[in-house]
């Protein structure tokens, strides 16, 4: 079974700190995903990635960026983060750009105070 | 862009199918119609996808009408397990084209 662990399921931060939210998978898969999730908002696409040190722009990006030094793990990172970055953070994984099946995580909670 | 529209939510008895209805009246020859679902405080979990014959699998079956603007997607016995919100996307095939886009989804409620 893939698995997609995500770093930590809460964090709670302080309004311009660095946060690092990682996420590591084990099944090999080209592609990997950064979503957050609000309510009555679904899920946004932050960043994606489709290989190693390459990234895409979602519909979200401003406020973060990301880093894929290896295959299996993609971190998002918000420079300095602020209270309406409060949300739910979810990574996934997809084995390459042809499948629309993604394997996520269980999610990261943020609270920005 | 909303390319998809589905009820907020809906209830079904246990033990009887539920029937998840889906508009994509704009819906493109090479896009595909993707289900998923996410259990509360779960990550979302892949259902089922298809372009323009049903599909079945372990799951669910899905029943893309015709002319492909509406799809079904049918939890042929539903349990308490299967309370979660389903996510209907559709989904293009071409590199550049193949983003998911998750919209609001339908909260499904099986009531014992």
């Known amino acids: 079974d893939v698995k997609v662990t995500q770093s930590s399921r809460y964090l709670v931060k302080r309004t311009g700190e660095k946060v690092f939210l990682e996420c590591v998978q084990d099944m090999d898969h080209e592609n990997m995903f950064w979503y957050r999730q609000d309510p009555g908002l679904g899920l946004r696409l932050i960043y994606f990635s489709y290989d190693v040190k390459m990234k895409e722009k979602g519909d979200i990006p401003e406020g973060y960026s990301v880093s894929r030094e290896k295959k299996e793990r993609f971190s998002l990172i918000l420079e300095s983060a602020s209270t309406n970055q409060t949300s739910m953070y979810l990574c996934?994984?997809?084995?390459?750009?042809?499948?629309?099946?993604?394997?996520f995580g269980e999610g990261s909670r943020l609270t920005v105070l | 862009d909303a390319k998809t529209t589905q009820p907020p939510s809906m209830d079904c008895a246990e033990g009887r199918a539920a029937n998840l209805p889906c508009n994509h009246s704009t819906i493109s020859g090479n896009e595909y119609v993707y289900w998923y679902r996410q259990i509360h405080s779960q990550g979302p979990q892949y259902i089922i996808h298809g372009l323009k014959n049903n599909e079945t699998n372990e799951m669910a079956s899905l029943i893309i009408t015709e002319d492909r603007k509406s799809s079904t997607l049918i939890l042929p016995h539903a349990t308490l397990r299967d309370t979660a919100v389903y996510y209907c996307?559709?989904?293009?095939?071409?590199?550049?084209?193949?983003?998911?886009?998750f919209g609001t989804g339908t909260r499904l409620t099986i009531i014992p």
């Open positions: 996934a994984s997809s084995f390459d750009r042809i499948t629309g099946e993604l394997f």
């Open positions: 996307i559709v989904r293009g095939s071409n590199f550049g084209n193949e983003k998911l886009t």
